[in-house]
């Protein structure tokens, strides 16, 4: 069933971010004002450009990198947003001396939680993703799909209200990457968390997105905004579905040849 997001309340905004990056000597800029806003319970997508900046605003929302200008607001308001977000990188960052289970329930831990409780909440996203059996494991031992679930479980057990997603699916085979998706927008439904995701993949961004944010070529900012109103879930041979993904790519085409 589809969403309707337009009287759904704020929950974090960037407002004019601006970043330069220094290199030899010389301030290069990368984003140039960008302001999104992201409703809570929604799924927003990011895409653009190859280099256009999106894992560097990422960051930025996440708390990791400071911009040169703008500011994050949580709620529509000042508090520090960093207590609501959970990032998960490109890589999966998975601690190699801890089993599977005992890395999924890393930020449960840190927060205190009940180790039962956490780990009972674990086992259940295992069986969602496909990892039941393997919670003993080491990383070294899973394949790097199976590394990628289980740093995507640990992201939705952090108990944030905003996951920033950066590329999650981005070294899997076609087939595991349209399994996950699925699976991931299972359990977005099912939980009601806040998605911001980060991805090449126009597609992706279509079949799992409420609103689609294109950044242009570098120094980005938000070229167009597309609300994707489409019923889940969605087929990727829709005829709306191709046509949108064919007006985005024009639109990404031409940026990459206009940088």
């Known amino acids: 069933m589809a969403r309707g997001i337009s009287v759904i309340p704020i929950a974090i905004a960037a407002e004019a971010i601006s970043k330069f990056f220094p290199v030899t000597g010389?301030?290069?800029?990368?984003?140039?004002?960008?302001?999104?806003?992201?409703?809570s319970g929604s799924w927003a997508t990011i895409i653009?450009?190859?280099?256009?900046g999106k894992t560097t605003f990422l960051k930025i929302m996440a708390g990791l990198l400071q911009p040169d200008s703008g500011r994050i607001l949580a709620d529509v308001g000042e508090r520090d947003p960093r207590g609501l977000i959970a990032y998960m990188p490109q890589?999966?960052?998975?601690?190699?001396w801890r089993t599977a289970l005992d890395n999924a329930t890393l930020a449960s831990e840190i927060d205190g939680r009940p180790r039962e409780e956490a780990r009972a909440k674990a086992k259940r996203l295992f069986a969602r993703f496909g990892l039941a059996g393997f919670e003993a494991l080491?990383?070294?031992e899973l394949s790097g799909g199976m590394r990628q679930r289980l740093a995507l479980i640990r992201t939705f057990l952090a108990h944030r209200e905003v996951l920033l997603l950066d590329e999650p699916l981005g070294s899997l085979d076609a087939?595991?990457?349209a399994t996950l998706q699925d699976w991931l927008l299972s359990v977005w439904e099912e939980l009601g968390k806040t998605i911001l995701l980060v991805t090449h993949d126009v597609e992706e961004a279509i079949l799992l997105s409420?609103?689609?944010?294109?950044?242009?070529?570098?120094?980005a900012h938000v070229r167009k905004e597309f609300t994707v109103e489409f019923p889940r879930p969605r087929s990727r041979t829709a005829e709306p579905l191709v046509k949108l993904k064919g007006e985005i790519l024009d639109l990404i085409h031409?940026?990459?040849f206009n940088a």
């Not at 010389?26 to 409703?39: A, F, G, K, N, Y």
């Not at 890589?91 to 190699?96: K, M, N």
């Not at 409420?210 to 120094?219: E, G, Q, T």
């Open 26 to 39: 010389e301030r290069i800029p990368v984003l140039d004002r960008v302001s999104i806003d992201i409703r």
């Open 254 to 256: 031409a940026e990459a």
């Open 210 to 219: 409420d609103r689609i944010h294109l950044l242009s070529a570098r120094p």
């Open 175 to 177: 087939l595991t990457r």
């Open 48 to 52: 653009g450009p190859s280099g256009c």
């Open 138 to 140: 080491y990383p070294a």
């Open 91 to 96: 890589s999966d960052t998975l601690l190699p």
